[in-house]
Each structure stands twice: as C-alpha cells, then as structure tokens.
C-alpha cells in the first residue's frame, strides 16, 4: 500500500518587543529565574492587562507579508487550564476572532520546484512560564519569567506532504520573520519552535488520516526527524491492523523518538471565552497601510531582484536571500568589487561555496564570519583583474580566514601575483617539454590524456601562479608544433 504523509505546523513565532504583552516587564532572555515576571503577568486579583501596541504592530506586518486579511477587529480569550507554570489558570489568547486570517507563503523546494503553502491564521497570545526538570532532584524547578512574553502563533494549512517540505516551509517563515524584524529567530532560546501535526492516508484517499500533534521541535533537523519517526511510526501501526490515536506527542532528539505526552484535548476543554479585561482589538484601514508602507523588501522580492540585477539564477538567488545576513553581505560584496554580472556570479559562488563551507565547519553565522565582506571584496578584486588564479584565491582565503588581514599584502608578502608574461611561462613551458622527453614522444603518438601531465607539471614548477588559460594556450601550442 502507498501511502501519502500530510502535515500542518503551527508555529509559536516570540515577538521581538522589549516588555510583554500585557505589562511593562522585561522580556529579556537569560535573567535570574523570576525577576521578570510581574503582577500582572501572573494575574493577580484586581490586576488589569493592557495590550502592548508594538505586538499589533509585528502582526500586522506579518500579515501583510504573507497576504493575508489583517482583520479589523478580533478578539482576545481566556484559554483556561491548570498547569503549575501557569498560575493564572488561564492563558489570554486569541480564539475565534484572530487579527490575521489567510495567507499563503512560497517554498523552494529545489533548483526548478516552488511550491505555495497555505497560512490558515496566526494570532497573538502570551506566553506561560517554565518548568524546568533538570537541576532540581525530585522536584520540578518554575521560573516564570517567560509568562507574559507576546507570542504569534502561525497556524499552516495541511498542505505539506512530507517532512522536506516541512522544513522548507519553516525556514521560509523563519526568514521571513527575520526580514520583517519582528522575531529574532533564535531556535534554540526557543524565540522560534514548532508544533508538527502529522497524519497519512493511502494514496489517493481524499479525507485525511487521525493526525498526532508532536510538540515544541525547536531546530529545522530534529522537525525533519520527529516528522518522519512519526510517519513511520504511524505507517507500522496501521499496516500491522492497529488504529492512530489523536494525542498529543513529545519529541526525545537523544532517543529520536516521539513517545505520547497526553490524549489530543478538544477546543471546548478549554472554555474559551473573550476576556472581559480586555476590549475588543480594533484597528483602522489607515493604519493597516501606514503599516504596509513600512514593510522591508521580502525575500521572494529581493530574490527577484537578485535575479535581475545580478544575472543570477533562481537557485543562487534563493538561497542567497534565505537569510538577510547572507543576502547583505553578498550585495557588501558585489557593491565593493563592480564589474557587473560576471563578477556578480563569481561572488554569489564564493559566498555559497568557500564562505559557507568554512562557517559551517567553525559552526559560525555570517553575521560572525571573521572574513567581512570588504576583505572577501578584496580578494575577489584580484581574481576579476587576473592578478590571481582561482586556485591561489583559496590559499589566500585560508589566511584570510586563519590570521586577518587584507589580499594585496598577501600577495605582496608571499609573492603569489600570478605570472601572465607570455614570454615567462613560455620559458618554464620550455623547461618542462626538455625535461620530459619520453611523455612528449608518447604525446604526439596521440596519447592525448598527457596534456593534463604537463599541465600540471608547468603549474608546479610555477607554484601554481601561472595564468592557467594562458598555461594551456602556450602548451598546446608548443606540444602540437
Ligand atoms: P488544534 O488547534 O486543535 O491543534 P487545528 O484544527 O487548529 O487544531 O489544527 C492545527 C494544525 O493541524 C493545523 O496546522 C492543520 O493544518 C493541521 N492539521 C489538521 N488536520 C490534520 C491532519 N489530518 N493531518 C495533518 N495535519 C493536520
Ligand atoms: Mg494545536
């Protein structure tokens, strides 16, 4: 039997905004355990919210970038359960009335397939506190400095057929909210974590299977594990007679396991209703545009405009803008070296190869590369005017990268400006034909493969500084003749 893998995500996007969403405490990461959480946020009688109006401003971007309907109107509730790191019992959320409805956002999922991924809704709500199981023998540790903290939830249609898929969709959000400045993106403090609701069906069933909902996957490769661990755990069960249970699951990434955390509960668990602290959220058409005129330039623009500016192709362009690090620091780049398109593409190739490779390898973001965009700049420069070849390039690079400073007192101090004087190379050409007698005799018997012999031959002699296009233009002259 085939079967088909469905998913939706729902993602818990913390909102960059320096206090909370209904109070003036501080939201920053990293403090003393309950120095952050005020009366307010653990709603003590007679306490009164007030909505924190950058909140509705980040969602209103949001919804904006990823058009959808920024409603005018909605409405926050009481979600009301019990649970120690939430000692108010309830959670203000938003429920039937959420400020941004329908969406959609495009994933690239490789060089020539995109694909649009419906948004459902996303709404605004606060956070709960922490339990913390670690560090405390016995005993669960609370800090409730979290309680309070804006979040927006993303909720995606189930339009996602595998965990690939899934993934693409997260990174594409998680740019996304980068772009736009309303979340720092930062996984594993948890500014940034997914819930993946999976289910499947045989192929070509229309109504969709019982999902799971795995929660809190906080990194794009533990999502692409929980989600496929889950279909075939899902697949082993159903194929072996047995039922999916509709539960809510948990993730173990030592274990790469999901194990059941409790039974899925129902909307009416909860007893939503709209919080009578709170007045209807109403915004005007006005500031919905005055909004939309401050929305930066998205990723599926810049990439557009990458493609068109820079000659590149829409694979380059993708991935180039996948973070707007990535994307500012090529165009540093491009903007310093000139020269149009051609060198355009030579930079796109050192800041997707080289770069990347040696940030991914010290485990580093571009943001910290010790290699800034104006000494890679000064590198490239010299590759353009063919003062180096591409192969001393990435020699210099490496010291670039190991000691700091700048390409041309490297080339002067270690003597690696390439030789493009015809007569010079002709000279160490010369040489390696004398001292190479029987290759020669096998060459022009017509054992073509040994050019690639004296190729590298005249390269060594040379220290690999001579022009390598000229190096075969003279060879093969001098080889045939
Ligand atoms: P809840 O709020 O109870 O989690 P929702 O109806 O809001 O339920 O759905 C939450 C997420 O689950 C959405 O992202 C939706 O796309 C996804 N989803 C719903 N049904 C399925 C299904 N059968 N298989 C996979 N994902 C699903
Ligand atoms: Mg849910």
């Known amino acids: 039997m085939e079967w088909e893998v469905v998913i939706g995500l729902e993602v818990h996007a913390q909102l960059a905004t320096q206090s909370k969403i209904f109070s003036g405490a501080a939201t920053a990461y990293g403090a003393e355990p309950n120095t952050q959480a005020c009366m307010i946020d653990l709603g003590l ?29 909605s409405v926050f509730a009481r979600k009301n359960y019990f649970y120690p790191d939430l000692p108010k019992g309830y959670q203000i959320s938003q429920y039937e009335l959420p400020i941004v409805e329908g969406g959609q956002l495009e994933i690239q999922l490789d060089e020539n397939t995109s694909k649009v991924i419906g948004i459902t809704r996303a709404h605004l709500e606060e956070d709960a506190g922490k339990s913390l199981h670690e560090d405390f023998h016995g005993m669960t540790g609370i800090d409730l400095n979290r309680a309070g903290t804006p979040l927006l939830e993303i909720v995606s249609e ?6 690939k898929e899934a993934v693409a969709y997260l990174k594409a959000l998680h740019s996304l909210v980068r772009y736009l400045g309303i979340c720092d993106g930062n996984m594993q403090e948890g500014s940034f974590r997914c819930d993946a609701n999976v289910s499947i069906r045989p192929k070509g069933q229309k109504e969709f299977g019982t ?64 919080d009578p602290d709170l007045l209807p959220l109403e915004i005007s058409s006005e500031y ?40 500012d620091y090529f165009e540093a780049v491009v903007n310093t070296v000139g020269s149009g398109n051609k060198a355009a593409k030579l930079v796109a190739n050192w800041v997707m ?26 590198l490239i420069k010299r590759i353009v005017d063919n003062t180096i070849s591409g192969k001393i ?13 700048d390409t041309d007192s490297i080339i002067e101090k270690q003597g690696l400006k390439q030789i493009t004087d015809t007569g010079a190379i002709e000279k160490i050409i010369d040489e390696v034909i004398a001292s190479n ?3 020669l005799e096998q060459y022009r018997s017509g054992k073509d493969k040994l050019f690639g012999f004296f190729v590298g031959q005249t390269m060594q002699a040379t220290k690999g500084k001579a022009n390598p296009q000229q190096v075969n233009e003279l060879l093969k002259k001098k080889l045939d003749g």
């Open 45 to 73: 009688p007679g306490v009164l919210p007030v909505l924190n109006k950058d909140v509705v401003r980040m969602a209103t971007k949001f919804g904006l970038s990823v058009g959808a309907k920024v409603s005018q109107r």
């Open 158 to 163: 189930p339009d996602m057929r595998s965990a």
């Open 211 to 274: 999902r799971t909902e795995t929660k809190n996957v906080n990194s794009f490769r533990f999502v692409e594990r929980a989600i496929n661990y889950e279909v075939d755990r899902q697949i082993d069960l159903l194929e072996s007679g047995g039922k999916v249970m509709q539960e809510t699951r948990l993730y173990d990434a030592n274990k790469n396991q999901t194990r059941t955390m409790r039974s899925k509960e129902e909307a009416n668990d909860y007893r939503y209703f709209p």
């Open 288 to 327: 919905i545009e005055e909004v939309r005129k401050e929305l930066p330039e998205l990723p599926h623009e810049k990439r557009q405009r990458f493609q068109q500016q820079y000659a590149l192709n829409a694979y380059d362009a993708s991935v180039l803008v996948s973070s707007l690090d990535m994307a």
């Open 353 to 378: 190869g080289d770069l990347s490779a040696a940030l991914n390898k010290d485990l580093l973001d571009i943001s910290e590369s010790p290699v800034k965009a104006s000494q890679l700049a000064g």
């Open 393 to 405: 390039a990435k020699i210099i690079f490496e010291t670039l990268w190991q000691e700091g400073g």
């Open 437 to 439: 007698p029987q290759q």
